[in-house]
């Protein structure tokens, strides 16, 4: 399965302009993630799934925390467990869950939210 184009790499040097500028636009689903984290592993697909069927109103942004800075980013919004994901809009955290949750969760979650 290809990528959806709404899916994106971000990471502490353009989180600001990459999510939080941009969620200004079109809501923002951050997904923290680490590559030893199997409930990271099993959300992946779900999360192709969500960014295709809301490509109009929200992109997805993966930040690994293990790589480079990222850590500080997962500091800063007090990240406890991965997968943790915040969804931002309009420059705000407007919610947040941890964990591989089934798709019909996060549908729920975007659409109480949009």
């Known amino acids: ?4 184009d709404n899916i994106f790499i971000s990471d502490l040097d353009n989180f600001q302009s990459l ?14 993630w680490a590559e030893w984290c199997s409930p990271c592993r099993v959300i992946a697909p779900v999360l192709e799934k969500i960014a295709t069927e809301y490509k109009n109103t929200l992109a997805i942004a993966k930040i690994e925390v293990d790589e480079d ?5 997962a500091g800063r919004y007090q990240v406890r467990g991965f997968p943790t994901l915040i969804l931002f809009i309009n420059g705000e955290e407007s919610g947040r869950f941890s964990g591989a ?14």
Not at 19 to 32: G, M, P, R, T
Not at 69 to 73: D, F, Q, R, W
């Open 1 to 4: 399965m290809h990528t959806p």
């Open 19 to 32: 999510v939080i500028e941009a969620s200004h636009h079109k809501a923002i689903l951050v997904d923290l």
């Open 69 to 73: 800075e990222n850590m500080k980013l």
């Open 101 to 114: 949750k089934p798709l019909s969760f996060i549908r729920s979650f975007i659409d109480e939210r949009l």
